[in-house]
Nanobody
Framework: QVQLAESGGGLVQGGGSLRLSCAAS????????MAWFRQAPGREREFVAA????????AYAEFVKGRFTISRDGAKNTVSLQMNSLTPDDTAVYYC???????????????????WGQGTQVTVSS
């Protein structure tokens, strides 16, 4: 059974940094396309960043460009999200997602991912 487990969330002051990690188990995710989404209270779950399974191409939501970096460690079946210059608008539950479809494309759409973690809370104070 495929499982994704996020960690690294917490409370941070505005301008601070956090590093989220997602550990995959149950299958080999070394070439899986993986992504981070987030959902703030009362809002739809939205795309944050993604990395493709082939060539590790990356994509970012416009609102995180230059602040967040997605990376993967295929040998460890993990994907990380380094978040810098956080603002209160970044407060949300962050979800890790994965698809085993081989692709060069870092998918931005929820429907492309069949595996999801339970989420980790990120709270940024002003």
């Amino acid at each position: 059974q495929v499982q994704l487990a996020e960690s690294g969330g917490g409370l941070v002051q505005g301008g601070g940094s956090l590093r989220l990690s997602c550990a995959a188990s149950g299958r080999t995710f070394s070439r899986a396309a993986m992504a981070w989404f987030r959902q703030a209270p009362g809002r739809e779950r939205e795309f944050v960043a993604a990395v493709s399974g082939l060539e590790s191409n990356t994509a970012y939501a416009e609102f995180v460009k230059g602040r967040f970096t997605i990376s993967r460690d295929g040998a460890k079946n993990t994907v990380s999200l380094q978040m810098n210059s956080l603002t209160p608008d970044d407060t949300a539950v962050y979800y890790c997602a994965a698809t085993l479809s081989l692709t060069h494309t870092p998918y931005r759409t929820r429907a492309n991912y069949e595996h999801w973690g339970q989420g980790t809370q990120v709270t940024v104070s002003s």
